[in-house]
């Protein structure tokens, strides 16, 4: 009965203590301008945490009444396919492919109930993303980098 | 009684306390999800508090912004468990839920180490 929804569960949990080969693999591949791996990689761990927040934002509408689950569907579906690119960038491939899918097979929820636990179970997923590649980041060396430039003297 | 758990953050481990009065739904789910695992992930704009993901939703009850050194909460906007290791006025509000009880310098410990390198192992369990 819960099809769909099981089958991101499943995909969620396997992300949820091991850390995806695709996010090694991302900040060992993935090349932007200067042939760097920076930027990919940023754009990968603010998109995911966006993409959660967007997914937060339609459960929540949805859980709150006044608007019918076929509308908040059709956002889900196209604002799963608006972040597909920012998957593909920093060499996010499985992801992509995984959200690409679940993006056509939505219209198989017949209830807002299951859709509800698809939007939670999906949150969760590119919210756990969102932290492997966070947590990657040489974010203390970037803060020492930012401020030797005197970046904060810049307003 | 209060329900006593514990929290391994790399090699430190300390006790914690749950707040069922206060957050029983939070509470609840954090029971049903145990063991919680994660890895460390330190706050960029709130100061001296680190997170790690949690598997479910939980909603609004407890909240509390102003932080005191050991405060766990759980912050619905990013499915996050959040632990405080020093005082903080707060950003935002979470549904505090348990406390560090034993081994708060342990944890400060790690924390301050968690804001240079991320990732360290983080676990809570019975």
């Not at chain 1, 097979?105 to 949150?123: G, H, V």
């Not at chain 1, 993303?129 to 904060?152: C, K, R, T, V």
């Not at chain 2, 990013?78 to 707060?90: D, L, T």
């Not at chain 2, 950003?91 to 180490?113: D, H, M, W, Y």
Request: hydrophobic share 40%.
């Amino acid at each position: 009965m819960y099809g769909l929804v099981e089958e991101v569960r499943k995909k969620r949990e396997e992300i949820w203590v091991n850390e995806p080969q695709e996010v090694k693999a991302s900040f060992l591949t993935a090349k932007g301008s200067g042939d760097s791996t920076f930027f990919p990689c940023l754009y990968g761990d603010f998109e995911a945490r966006a993409c959660h927040h967007a997914l937060y934002t339609l459960r929540q509408t949805l859980r709150n009444g006044g608007v019918d689950f076929q509308t908040i569907m059709l956002m889900t579906q196209n604002s799963l396919r608006n972040y597909l690119p920012y998957l593909s960038w920093p060499g996010l491939h499985d992801s992509e492919k995984f959200i690409k899918d679940v993006a056509e097979e939505l219209t198989t929820i017949d209830s807002e109930n299951e859709f509800i636990q698809l939007l939670e179970e999906l949150a969760l997923y590119v919210g756990r993303l969102n932290f492997w590649i966070d947590q990657s980041m040489p974010w203390y060396e970037l803060i020492q980098a930012y401020e030797a430039a005197g970046a904060s003297d810049h307003k | 009684m209060s329900k006593e758990l514990r929290m391994r953050v790399a090699d430190e481990v300390a006790k914690i306390v749950l707040l069922e009065e206060e957050a029983p739904e939070t509470c609840k789910k954090a029971m049903a999800a145990l063991p919680l695992k994660g890895n460390l992930i330190h706050a960029k704009i709130a100061g001296k508090e680190f997170f790690f993901k949690a598997p479910f939703f939980c909603d609004p009850e407890n909240q509390v912004q102003a932080q005191q050194a050991g405060n766990i909460g759980y912050y619905d906007g990013a499915n996050s468990i959040c632990v405080f290791y020093e005082a903080e006025p707060g950003i935002g509000t979470v549904n505090l839920f348990a406390r560090i009880t034993e081994n708060l310098s342990g944890i400060q410990k790690e924390g301050e180490k968690g804001w240079k390198k991320q990732g360290a192992m983080i676990e809570i369990y019975e």
